[in-house]
C-alpha cells in the first residue's frame, strides 16, 4: 500500500538554524511527491514537488528537498530558519487515480 | 489569477442537518478535490470531481457527496450531520486531465462545526 509518513510532529529551531523537517513514503510505482506548507486558517501551499526530473528540488521562500530512492526519504530542508517559517508544513504523495494522501503534518517552531 | 475560493468560511450546524459547502477553482482549472482536515486524523481525501465526473472517491460514509458543475465549480453536501462532522473542509484544483504530477492549489477551507 501507498503511505507517507512523516518523522516528528513538532520540530522546534532557533532562528537562523538549519530546519529539516523528515518525510517517509512508500509506493510501488515511481513517486510524485509534495511538500506544503499551512499556516493558521489558511489552505495548503506548495513549497516544491518532485517529479523525477532531478532529484534535488528546490522550491520558494529558500526551502529544498532531496529525493532517496534507496532511502524512500524525501526530507525537506531550509539552512536559515526565519520567524515567518513558522507554520505547519505535509508531504504528499500522488498515488494515482486523481488521488493525493498526504503525511499527518509537522508543526515546526522558531524560536528568537 | 484568481486563488481558489470557497464559501462560506465558516459555519455552524446542529447534528442532524444538512450541509452544502461551495468550492470556485482557479480559472482554467478543470479538476477539484476535497479534503476533511481535522486534528485526529489529519487530511483525508474525500473525492475528486473533473469535467462533471467523480474519477475518485476516499473512503467515507454515503452522507458525503459532492458535485462539479459545467463551469468547473464544485459542491459538496453532508447530510444528517454528525458531530465527527467538525471539521475543515479543503477544496484543491488543479488543471486535471492527464497533468502530471497533480500539483493541486488550495482554497482556505471552510471550518465546519457541528453541535
Known amino acids: 500500500a501507498q503511505s507517507v509518513t512523516q518523522l516528528g510532529s513538532h520540530v522546534s529551531v532557533s532562528e537562523g538554524a538549519l530546519v529539516l523537517l523528515r518525510c517517509n513514503y512508500s509506493?510501488?510505482?515511481?513517486?510524485?511527491l509534495f511538500w506544503y506548507v499551512q499556516y493558521p486558517n489558511q489552505g495548503l501551499q506548495l513549497l516544491l514537488k518532485?517529479?523525477?526530473?532531478?532529484?534535488l528540488v528546490k522550491g520558494i521562500n529558500g526551502f529544498e528537498a532531496e529525493f532517496k530512492k534507496s532511502e524512500t526519504s524525501f526530507h525537506l530542508t531550509k539552512p536559515s530558519a526565519h520567524m515567518s517559517d513558522a507554520a505547519e508544513y505535509f508531504c504528499?504523495?500522488?498515488?494515482?487515480?486523481?488521488?493525493?494522501?498526504f503525511g499527518a503534518g509537522t508543526r515546526l517552531f522558531v524560536k528568537a | 489569477k484568481a486563488g481558489v475560493t470557497q464559501t462560506p468560511r465558516y459555519l455552524i450546524k446542529t447534528r442532524g442537518q444538512q450541509v452544502t459547502l461551495s468550492c470556485s477553482p482557479i480559472s482554467g482549472h478543470r479538476s477539484v478535490s476535497w479534503y476533511q482536515q481535522t486534528p485526529g486524523q489529519g487530511l483525508q481525501f474525500l473525492f475528486e470531481?473533473?469535467?462533471?465526473?467523480?474519477?475518485n472517491k476516499g473512503n467515507f460514509p454515503g452522507r458525503f457527496s459532492g458535485r462539479q458543475f459545467s463551469n468547473s465549480r464544485s459542491e459538496m453536501n453532508v447530510s444528517t450531520l454528525e458531530l465527527g462532522d467538525s471539521a475543515l473542509y479543503l477544496c484543491?484544483?488543479?488543471?486535471?486531465?492527464?497533468?502530471?504530477?497533480?500539483?493541486?492549489?488550495f482554497g482556505p477551507g471552510t471550518r465546519l462545526t457541528v453541535t
Open positions: 518532485y517529479t523525477s526530473a532531478a532529484t
Open positions: 504528499a504523495l500522488y498515488t494515482g487515480g486523481f488521488k493525493t494522501i
Open positions: 470531481y473533473f469535467s462533471e465526473t467523480q474519477r
Open positions: 509506493s510501488s510505482v515511481p513517486p510524485y
Open positions: 484543491a484544483s488543479s488543471l486535471g486531465g492527464q497533468t502530471i504530477p497533480y500539483e493541486q492549489y
